[in-house]
């Protein structure tokens, strides 16, 4: 029998800009996610994306970087079906999800938070390329999500996350050789903890530390009071910078 883990006394907080003042609130360990029948990108569209990536980008392994979706969206009939999709996956769970989306590329993704610039918002994403042997792995929680065409989550942008190659322990360069292409596209849209379908599917809880939210002016992520980033190759906190 493994023991049953017990709240922090001092947990994870989040303190965010909500309108023009910052706010703090938990860090949700819920991720949701599932796949959706999505139409492979057509070959014309998947040629663009490789032209963009090796002429206009500099992609290295462990980045994310933004894609031109007007551009994608030119030479992609299946767009709005995909949108859809992951339109109707997302209003099982209440959420509705706006008409402003990016479409984003990684070569794995070093391990990294987002509450630095995002910690008001939960990430959906739409991924879109064939499995290449990839996970989202979110080391804090234990769980991996396998990346192929139609997989879709939705998580706390303030949850370490990374995309590393299936089996290993971390994200390290060595497993990203140049002579193997691994690319994921997907989309991606912005969701509003504080609102209300997004707050209890996540089991997101505000107000929880008011007094330090009042002295600061600045985004960020705190455990035990300390200021936090997280380890690129592992995804374990440790002190910022």
Same mark, same amino acid.
């Given at each position: 029998m493994h023991p049953i883990p017990q709240p922090s006394p001092v947990p994870l907080i989040s303190y965010f800009w909500s309108d023009d003042a910052i706010r703090s609130r938990s860090v949700s360990d819920v991720v949701l996610s599932g796949t959706v029948e999505i139409p492979e990108p057509p070959a014309r569209l998947r040629a663009d994306w490789e032209r963009e990536i090796a002429s206009n980008m500099t992609l290295e392994p462990g980045d994310v970087e933004p894609m031109s979706l007007p551009r994608a969206r030119m030479r992609w009939p299946d767009y709005p079906d995909c949108v859809q999709a992951v339109s109707d996956w997302a209003s099982r769970f209440g959420m509705p999800l706006s008409n402003d989306i990016a479409l984003m590329a990684c070569h794995g993704a070093r391990y990294h938070h987002d509450g630095e610039q995002y910690g008001g918002l939960a990430f959906c994403n739409l991924f879109l390329s064939e499995d290449k042997g990839l996970d989202v792995h979110f080391p804090a929680l234990d769980l991996r999500i396998p990346l192929r065409r139609g997989t879709v989550m939705i998580f706390d942008t303030c949850q370490p996350h990374g995309v590393i190659r299936r089996g290993s322990h971390g994200f390290d360069l060595a497993d990203f050789p140049a002579d193997h292409d691994w690319t994921q596209l997907f989309l991606s849209w912005e969701l509003p903890v504080e609102s209300a379908p997004v707050e209890q599917a996540l089991h997101v809880k505000f107000d929880i530390d008011p007094a #330090? %939210? %009042? #002295?600061?002016? %600045?985004? $960020? @992520?705190?455990?035990? !009071?300390?200021? @936090?980033? @997280?380890?690129?190759?592992? !995804? $374990?906190?440790?002190?910022a910078d």
């Open positions: #330090t %939210a %009042a #002295t600061l002016h %600045a985004e $960020q @992520v705190r455990r035990h !009071g300390e200021r @936090v980033n @997280v380890r690129h190759d592992s !995804g $374990q906190w440790r002190p």
